[in-house]
């Protein structure tokens, strides 16, 4: 059965105020797309988790839409400082909750193999733990050491974004593949976006690449471009430019007011975005191709 | 022959570099250390091998990364896994060597504080926090850390504890049965400080030219002196002639201070 309906259909249905949102992605395939459009439509009250907000948390809660962060690297990678997020939590206004990467991804992994929690061994670091109850330690039932526990993480939405996807929600990515692929298991319900929709036919002609299976897929959304100022490798480059223009943007309540009505209130869709970008960064966010080496998985 | 002539973290890179050995698996962060890791590997390690923590294993970036997720670590590489299995299967499991740290603050234990300055509740300042470094300082064999020799980055005891080296010093480490050996050298602009046998930091080397007295003003805790204080090797034109034409060329993270 085609899922495959417009991004702005799929947000006003899928996502609710008050929401816990996972909008995946380790630096690549960061769903902006989508984070715009939740911005657009308002959204209110959501957690937003993710290992690294990266500027789309930046941008929605500076927009308004959160009442929580969980996260385990708060910063502008490759720059510096997560200015709107880390102000926000210096001056009281914004709840946040904390991991380390480990704890984080282990989280999402509970919640994607339908465990309620999961262990870790101990790091010799115990102040997260004194200032998260949610981190805990108990004996190993087997006579080791005691081990760390995070509860299982289960979003109300995850929000992933793929090279290509069928219109059944069967997803093809590659590259950094970070914490995808436990996001949408972990989810209630999933929002895949894609670069390209595929013929069924392409995904089953290399099924050890499908990450993500229709069947955990709520909807599919055909969303070219979606990751900038992030990337999706093979199709485009990470625009660095624009992490290092965050910073300055993001550093004047102003300048991020003019921001998100110039490049998210004041475009209808990605479409409209993209060709605002403009053609010289187009260019220059080209990549040029290389390609795996075919295999063979045999005709049987 | 003229004397050469190098940033304050070009030297810090150069002497974090020759602490890595030929087939070290390295945990390896940008900018500076992935300029270590890079130099190492075309000069006395050519087997190293660099993981980074967004999943990709034994990188060969055609051009300089900007960011722990940059695209030119993937194509190429050996290898690419999902953020689960970087930190269980390679990190929690065992398989790394060195794991390159950093941090707003070491302390007098080679604890780090990446988290925040101030109380945890009402942060002053609120730092990224751990990131993928709560794990690599407990897990890799070996530990370094480069960072310019500054009293607020050295606290006798650090105000949060992201990461932790020695803890508090004499077993505290090897109590809790952390596989990994710890924060091993701290390379600064002034010369390498290492643990002595009870975990503590102390300064071990001079870079050519700086003296005890430079490093001990500049460290917030009464820095002790190794008996055998070496002087390290001279910066040599390879090593800069590397990092200038090869790694770094328009000098984005050697001409940086810090």
Redesign the interface.
Known sequence: MSKLIPLKKAIAEFVNDGDIVYAAGFTHLIPFAAGHEIIRQGKKNLTLARATPDLIYDQMVAAGCAKKVIFSYMGNPGVGSLRIVRGAIERGELEWEEYSHFGMITRLQAGASGLPFLPMNQTGAEDLERVNPLIKRIPDPYGGKDVIVVPALNPDVAIVHVQRADKNGNAHLWGIIGEQKEAAFASKKVILTAEEIVDEAVIRSDPNRTMIPGIVVSAVCHVPFACHPSYAQGYYDRDNEFYLAWDKISESPELTKQYLDEWVYGVKDRDAYWKKVGEKAHKRLKVKAKYSEKINYGKY | MPELKYSSAELMIINASRLLRDGDVVFVG??QPNLACNLAKRTHAPNLVMIY????IGAEPERLP??????T????SLS?????DI??NY??RGNVDVGFMGGAQIDKYG?INA?TIGD???????L????????I???ANRCYIMTPHQKRRFPEKVE?????GF?SGGK??AE????GGGMLAVVTDIGIMEPDETGEMILTALHPGKTAEEAQVNTGWSLKTASALRVTEPVTRKELRILHEELDPTGIYLKAAG
Request: charged share 15%; aromatic share 8%; hydrophobic share 40%.
């Open positions: 940008v900018g923590e967004a999943g990709v900007l960011s722990i997720g940059d695209p670590l993937v194509s190429g690419v896994v999902s953020m689960y930190f269980a990190l929690q604890n988290t945890y509740a009402q942060p002053k300042v609120r990224p926090g751990s990131g993928g470094s709560q794990e300082a407990a897990w949060f504890m992201t990461s932790a803890i505290a480490r809790r049965g952390l596989r």
